[in-house]
């Protein structure tokens, strides 16, 4: 897309749906906050940036669970969630999410939890398969191939070809005009 249409594509990546999913090291929420607490009951939950870097830290002062974190999600102009994996491979999600309102971090919508029985029911909650395909598919482009999750060549934030579909058919059809000599405005855009 970029090729012929520069601007669009550049300003596109700075709206709110380009920039919905990133990798943590490209969240300037977590850049310009690099050490943010929660506490809740005997919990304490922390999210710490060093350079490119983030980990999620929750303890009860006897156990301490840590984690790097991989995905943030949303561009905080409400919050930014956060994702990661422990080592058998599976997605979670931390309990506690970055709140613009508050400048720091605050229980995950609809994750707030009354007690817990440890530091591991307190860090966070399994992000099954199906759902992790449909988080990555609202908040990111190109995040599915053959209906399984593609995590290592989805496309953070919504992008040009999440709403317009594939654009190697348009760009065939608008390097075929100019070749033709016609005008690319006499065809249509997506084929």
Partial sequence: CASCHPSIVASQKTTPMGAT???VENSDILHSHPKMNFGF???????????DKTTYTVTDGKETKT???LWAFGTGRVGQSYLFKKPDEKFYEARVTYFSSLHTLNFTPARA?????????AMDREVGV???E???SCHSTASTIA???DEAHL????????CHGPGAAHVASMSAAKLNGESPTDLQIFN
Avoid: I, Q, W
């Fill in 67 to 69: 984690a790097p974190l």
């Fill in 41 to 51: 009951g005997p919990y304490r939950f922390e999210v710490k940036t060093e350079g």
């Fill in 155 to 162: 496309v953070p934030g919504v992008r040009c070809e999440a």
């Fill in 21 to 23: 999913a990133m990798h």
């Fill in 134 to 136: 449909r988080c990555f």
């Fill in 130 to 132: 199906a759902e992790a």
């Fill in 113 to 121: 939890l009354s007690s817990a029985k440890d530091v591991e029911e």
């Fill in 147 to 149: 209906g399984k999750l």
